[in-house]
């Protein structure tokens, strides 16, 4: 099958005055139409660059150095700005990480909502009154029809994020990326969100990118994940597996972290922290920090070895002698 | 109870709120107000003045104020409550002719600027900072003088110098909402670079905007009356408070009225303007 999104050998690098920061460095995966992938890193380990150069949002320093990007057969690098356009919010929706700061303060939420559907000529002006309506229903929003005559402040952070994906879905996208929606909202608030999103995907069976770095929160969404560390892949397979079962000992130290209700255990900080990725080490990057790293760590980049079916890792611990 | 407060909230936007602290203010009213039955004077003087600006009555030369002549009367035995209600109207035709030009290029250059960035942000730039390093009244009188005498020519003159100021305003007001994150919101659901510069980064910055106009009405008119003070205004017969002034300070000891009705007018005015723009200031800074 054809995936939806293909993405081979990516790089992404920032220009800045101290050097080359690589934060993506060869980064390839696919998304299958009406597939959940979680894509799960600490923070500054290139998970969003990584999709925001799939809508080509970079920053003005940021350049996509190499690699290709597959999007519904069409390659999005050799788009031209129209063609990008045309793309944003009509087949790929995102939802952003601070709702308080990603709405218009000045323009109504409901106009906010039509407008998508409005720059790409997608319907009529009543038309997209109606269906702003129907979609803010849906993601949870009571009383849709007065709640759209105010404006963001009168929302509070949760229903802002509501709106948020209600606005990335509203022209029924192929795919929806999902840029850490929860990282600034409430215990309570994030599960609400992350199942409104789950729903919406049931309803409308488009692939979705969630990006976070909460492992507790891919659990029953996402069918498949990534784990990424300093721009570099480093296990990906199905969320179970990675999970119950994972390979490489950057997950398994990740897991360590993870506090879990029902079992007491200690938590296990990972030692150190992220390298810098202007000047990043040899060899496989995590190795500084790896408990089990050895010689050949230090001097070459591990490439993924196959562990199960669909299951990969890049970790010389694998290599069969 | 519910029903109500959520009836209550609806509706009050951006400008209501606005609106609910600038009535706070009874001096900005005040000067809203004022500014208002000055302008409606002004637009108005042809039927509300007693006598054309221009009659002379040589019967009654240097009258002092009296019935027949509510201001009294000039060297000519004009009609000095008429002269300034001409005075007026053109005192608001060129305050807000001009700052209307002012704000159209100003804000043009400043968005563009801010928006836009890099080379052109930098040739734009240079440009404001030349006109403002020259010395902005020298300039406009060389352009009078260059252009002729005339609305158009002082509307030229002045907005000429006046735009740098706004475009730096707007360039940095631009520059500080572009950075923030709803514009990426937008951009990722598909704005254009013009949607994205007149719905979301215009309206987010109307409100320093629209101070900066208010404020720099008087200014304009101030310069109006500069240019008239030293013959470069509008051309007599027609009035102006700045040639009524010039006309006015030899006699100012043996009829001081002649000076204290344009100077105080020109006075009201100006603080008036100020009154309403500091008003405006205090409800636009005052953010949700």
Known sequence: ?321 | MKDRENKKRIGRSYWANIWRKFKKNKLAIFGLVFVFILIFLGILAPWLAPYPYDEVHYEAVWTPPNRQFWAGTDQLGRDIFSRLLYSLRNAVFVGLGAQAFITFIGVTVGLTSGFYGGKIDNILMRIVDIIYSFPSYLLNIILVLVLGRGYLSIFIAISATGWAGMARLVRGQTLSVKSREFIEAARASGASNSRIMFRYILPNIIGPIIYAIFSGIPGVMLLESGLSLIGLGVRPPMPSWGLMISEATGQFLYNPYMLLAPAGMLVLTLLSFNFVAFGLRDALSARE
């Not at chain 1, 390839?28 to 600490?42: C, D, N, P, Q």
């Not at chain 1, 069918?223 to 999970?243: F, S």
């Not at chain 1, 230090?298 to 890792?313: A, G, M, Q, R």
């Open chain 1, 1 to 321: 099958m054809e995936p939806l999104l293909n993405i081979e050998d990516l790089r992404v690098y920032f220009y800045r005055p101290e050097g080359v920061l690589r934060a993506v460095d060869g980064l390839s995966y696919k998304l299958y139409r009406g597939e959940v992938l979680g894509i799960v890193g600490e923070s500054g380990s290139g998970k969003s660059v990584s999709v925001l150069s799939i809508l080509k949002l970079l920053p003005a320093n940021g350049r996509i150095e190499s690699g290709s990007i597959i999007f519904d057969g069409k390659n999005i690098l050799k788009l031209s700005k129209e063609e990008l356009r045309d793309l944003r919010g009509k087949d790929i929706g995102i939802v952003f990480q601070d709702p308080m700061s990603s709405l218009n303060p000045v323009i109504t939420i409901g106009q906010q909502v039509m407008e998508p559907l409005l720059w790409h000529n997608l319907c009529s002006k009543s038309e997209a009154y109606e269906r702003a309506k129907e979609m803010l229903g849906m993601v949870g929003i009571p009383l849709p029809e007065e709640r759209m005559k105010e404006y963001p402040f009168q929302f509070s952070g949760g229903m802002r994020q509501r709106v948020m994906i209600a606005l990335a879905l509203i022209c029924r996208p192929k795919l929806l990326i999902a840029d850490e929606p929860t990282t600034s909202l409430d215990v309570t608030i994030q599960a609400q969100i992350i199942r409104l999103l789950k729903r919406m995907k049931e309803e409308f069976g488009m692939s979705v990118i969630l990006i976070t770095h909460n492992l507790a929160l891919t659990t029953n969404f996402c069918d498949r994940l990534i784990i990424m560390y300093a721009g570099n892949m480093m296990e990906t397979g199905k969320t179970k597996d990675i999970l119950y079962n994972p390979a490489h000992p950057y997950t398994k130290s990740l897991l360590d972290a993870v506090p879990d209700i029902e079992v007491e255990k200690d938590l296990i900080p990972i030692p150190g922290t992220i390298p810098s990725l202007i000047d990043p080490p040899n060899g496989c990057r995590f190795h500084p920090r790896c408990p089990l790293a050895m010689d050949i760590c230090k001097e070459e980049v591990p490439p993924l070895f196959n562990i199960d079916t669909d299951h990969y890792s890049a970790c010389w611990l694998h290599r069969r002698a």
